[in-house]
């Protein structure tokens, strides 16, 4: 008898896994039935979700889009679907939408904050996604200025004139710094530039409007209004608030008492007066500290009130994300012999701000929501406008359509901010979890 090894001849065919174990049913079976408690909590979730939606999707889809009041929309809703039937009348938005979108902005004039709308996309496309050419940010850094000329109208000496004002602030600190010491240059950078604003832009663009008359029909801030407003106040106060906020981290963290203290007091102050308060201020106060005749805009305003106010809280929020910086980091930047503002730019600030995208981005959000305020103070936002839909006979009465539809709009923008705080998050992680 000889003993036979085992040799196999053939491969065994794979098996597919068993479908408890793949797809949505894993899925279903890891997250909401896992156990006992979680079955149940997923049933009555589903249950309620049930009677929400069979209460809601009825009155979204039993409606009528196309009306010219609320009663013609009750009778064609009850037409369609029956005497008893209730239903949304989306003919508000069909008949209204121009002035929830541009608020009294003269119809022919359209094509001008829709074009700073576009400009915008471009202007904020190298800023959000770093695989775009670096030359497009120097579109980005007039692109303010555009804006203003767009929406505004006017002379275009004006715009011109004031971003002359930010070209004198290097200028000034590379010409102050050699000789007075490197503070009295940073010194000379902001008060140049403020003196040249509030003294000598507006004529200067006069005078050169005058000359060389430049410039498209001018619209009055009182026009203004639905979203086009709050995206303009909303990107403004985002993009200033941001760097003025590290301006003020950095200032709170200074050695120099009069900075840190100039700093710690008004991050203080802001954080504690209510942003009503401050718009209260900008439409009212603000023009007793003018000088006589002065027109200052009141949207202008509003827009510096809200920069303020966000930068204050910006400012924690980077100072968080630098105090949660190693100390190690610091001391690497002192090490390759890196001055203060070198190692601020390429070591400590790019960090610290990457650990506080989160806040950032909340601070972003909580800014674009709060400029519904500005209805407080006669500006017409989107929920200035619903009242004064709701209060034409022809509407009277409609309410739920109005603030869904402006629900909706705001929860586009800042749900995009959130998706791309997390695109940011997962771009600039650096750790292997």
């Known amino acids: 008898m000889s003993d036979v090894a085992y040799v196999r001849t053939e491969m065994i065919p794979e098996k597919a896994p068993p479908s408890s174990q793949i797809g949505p049913i894993k899925w279903v079976r890891e997250n909401l039935f ?6 149940v909590l997923t049933i009555l979730a589903l249950y309620f979700l049930y009677l929400g939606l069979s209460a809601i999707l009825p009155w979204i889809f039993h409606s009528a889009v196309h009306a010219n009041s609320l009663n013609e929309c009750r009778e064609i809703i009850r037409e369609a679907y029956g005497q008893d ?21 003269p119809q022919d004039m359209y094509w001008r904050p829709v074009t700073a709308f576009v400009l915008l996309l471009v202007a904020l496309a190298p800023v959000l996604f770093s695989q775009l050419p670096r030359k497009m940010l120097m579109f980005t850094a007039v692109y303010p200025f555009i804006m203003y000329f767009l929406l505004w109208g006017g002379s275009v000496w004006l715009p011109l004139s004031v971003m002359f004002g930010f070209v004198l602030a290097p200028i000034s600190h590379k010409i102050v710094a050699p000789l007075a010491g490197n503070l009295v240059g940073v010194i000379a950078g902001f008060a140049v530039p403020i003196l040249w604003w509030g003294l000598a832009a507006a004529p200067v663009s006069e005078t050169l409007h005058s000359i060389v008359p430049i410039g498209i029909e001018y619209i009055e801030s009182a026009k203004f209004g639905g979203f086009m407003l709050s995206i303009t106040i909303g990107i403004t106060g985002i993009a200033l608030s941001l760097p003025l906020g590290i301006v003020l981290a950095l200032g709170r963290q200074s050695d120099l008492l009069i900075i840190k203290s100039l700093s710690i007091g008004f991050i203080e102050f802001i954080r504690g007066v209510p942003l009503i308060t401050l718009l209260f201020v900008a439409s009212t106060l603000l023009n007793y500290f003018m000088p006589p005749g002065t027109n200052f805009d009141i949207i202008l305003r509003v827009m510096i009130m809200v920069t303020l106010f966000s930068a204050a809280y910006m400012a924690e929020v980077i ?14 930047a002192d090490a390759l012999g890196l001055d203060y ?19 950032i981005v909340g601070t972003f959000i909580g800014l674009f929501k709060d400029t519904t305020l500005v209805s407080i103070i006669g500006l ?16 009277n009465g409609i309410l739920w359509e109005l603030y869904a539809f402006i629900a909706a709009m705001f929860w586009i923008v800042c749900f995009s901010m959130s998706r791309y705080s997390m695109y940011l998050e997962r771009k600039l992680q650096t750790d292997h979890r």
């Open 85 to 105: 039937a209730v239903g949304a009348c989306w003919g508000v938005i069909v008949d209204r939408w121009h002035q929830l979108l541009f608020g009294f902005y």
């Open 380 to 395: 017409m936002d989107p929920l200035g406008l619903s009242n004064a839909i709701r209060a034409d006979q022809a509407w």
């Open 34 to 39: 896992p156990d006992i408690p979680n079955s």
């Open 341 to 359: 503002w070198k190692a601020q730019r390429l070591v400590i600030m790019p960090q610290a701000l990457k650990i506080s995208i989160p806040g």
């Open 319 to 332: 100072r968080g994300g630098l105090a949660a910086l190693p100390k190690g980091q610091y001391e690497a």
